[in-house]
């Protein structure tokens, strides 16, 4: 097996969206030196186009699912924090009124700190 393929695996996720399904990778792939060799052995043997992702994007995707699951009651908190622990990476997010007022990607995640 290929050298990066553990921390790898760790950083795809497959979404749906409105006109179908994407997979996405995040910091592990954002910082691996070997990327491009990865995505394209991933390509050839499946067929899987791997979007990988910036930290303000998974910041994003983060709070739409949050505000999916809270829905309106976010919008009336007068403030809220959302921290997301990844395994390359915490996304962090402070919300007034529903809103973003600060986002922030910090290079810590479970796997890093192992």
Not at 8 to 34: C, H, V, W
């Amino acid at each position: 097996m290929l050298e990066f393929m553990p921390s790898a695996r760790i950083a795809i996720t497959a979404i749906n969206t409105p006109t179908g399904n994407m997979t996405i990778a995040t910091s592990a792939l954002r910082e691996a030196t070997d990327r491009d060799t990865f995505l394209d052995w991933v390509y050839v043997r499946t067929g899987i186009d791997i979007e990988v992702i910036e930290g303000i994007e998974e910041n994003r995707l983060a709070f739409a699912a949050v505000q999916d699951v809270v829905g309106e009651k976010l919008a009336s908190e007068a403030g809220a924090l959302i921290i997301e622990v990844g395994g390359g990476s915490t996304e962090v997010m402070v919300l007034s009124r529903g809103e973003i007022v600060l986002s922030q990607t910090l290079p810590l995640g479970a796997v890093r700190m192992q």
